[in-house]
């Protein structure tokens, strides 16, 4: 059975042939679209405005044919000033999903040199307002496969240290990219995880779970292998599941480095607000609420603060 994935209408370039087939959700139902090689024109996209949509609907066969597309068509999106915060979200979305599915597949040096370079015009894009929070937050998907959840946990935790660190001196270009590269990166040691675990659609056993639980080391071994463990991504890595009171893993140590602190937050509110076969999503709200009632530090309190900005008022549990 073909199962169909949702991409945003702000990734659809007017004027171009179409690479997929596109269909369009009415009443519960696909309907076709515009088949491949169609030429969108604008007339196609004041339809859709018309009707709300905004998403359309590919096959999953054709996924990776469609994120290549955009990610041929991504550098020159995402450093255009005058092409919309909307359309560059969008983009990036794509974009990274498809650098990312490419890095678990095969953890090696070029996949994830191309996850650097994607990074870069993404937090260029946000430091000068080009990319609007609000637009990129408003596309992730919550599905929770790993590269959706990778990529939202990346977006998530870029907000938070751009903001974070914004008066602060010491983190210019290079210090962010660094650590947005490995917020990106920080489960990639879930690529050794064999599919049959990752994909349960139920709780894990003991044995599965302590398998599940080796992806820091993993992830660690990875960058080391394929020459990019700076330290942030190192401790990202390594830390992204300890926790201060000491109850987490691998080590179970109090001793957090701030940016692995940063990446455990974004990775909870994820895990949280996703879908998963047995649970139904949490809200921005609960989940911000429950992430409060778990702040163990005057650091993680200002982190949650910062992140609760970005999300806006309407997600404020502080009171
Ligand atoms: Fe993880
Ligand atoms: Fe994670």
């Known amino acids: 059975m073909e199962v169909f994935r949702p991409i945003p209408v702000d990734v659809l370039l007017v004027g171009e042939p179409c690479v997929v087939d596109l269909f369009m959700k009415l009443d519960d139902t696909l309907v076709p679209f515009l088949s491949k090689g169609g030429v969108l024109t604008g007339d196609h996209l004041r ?11 590919i096959k999953g066969s054709q996924a990776e044919a469609f994120e290549e597309y955009v990610q041929r068509n991504a550098d ?8 919309p915060s909307r359309v ?27 996850i650097k370079k994607e990074i870069v015009p993404l937090l260029k894009g946000i430091m000068k307002n080009e990319i609007v929070l609000g637009d990129l937050l408003a596309i992730t998907q919550h599905d929770f496969n ?7 946990v990346g977006i998530y935790a870029t907000a938070i240290a751009v903001r974070f660190y914004r008066h602060d001196p010491s983190y210019g270009m290079n210090e962010l990219e660094r650590l947005s590269y490995g917020f990106f990166l920080h489960d990639i040691g879930k690529s050794r995880v064999p599919l049959s675990i990752l994909r349960k659609r139920g709780p894990l056993s003991d044995e599965e779970r302590s398998i599940m639980k080796k992806h820091p080391e993993w992830g660690y071994a990875i960058l080391m292998e394929t020459g990019n463990l700076t330290d942030e991504a190192a401790y990202i890595a390594m830390q992204h599941h300890e926790r201060p009171d000491g109850t987490g893993y691998p080590l179970g140590t109090k001793d957090i480095h701030p ?20 649970k139904d999503p949490m809200s921005p709200f609960a989940a911000l609420k429950l992430l409060k009632a778990e702040t163990f530090t005057v650091f993680d309190h200002e982190l ?16």
């Open 47 to 57: 339809d859709l405005e018309r009707l709300r949509v905004r998403r359309m609907f």
């Open 259 to 278: 940016c692995a602190r940063i990446c455990a937050l974004a990775d909870i509110f994820d895990a949280l607000t996703s879908k998963r076969p047995y």
């Open 304 to 319: 949650l603060t910062t992140f609760i900005q970005i999300l806006g008022p309407d997600e404020d549990v502080t009171h």
């Open 88 to 114: 560059k979200a969008a983009t990036f979305y794509i974009s990274s999903m498809g650098a990312l599915k490419k890095a678990f597949v095969k953890p090696d040096a070029p996949s994830l040199n191309r």
């Open 146 to 152: 790993t590269y959706t959840h990778s990529v939202n």
């Open 76 to 83: 020159k999106i995402l450093t255009d000033p005058t092409v």
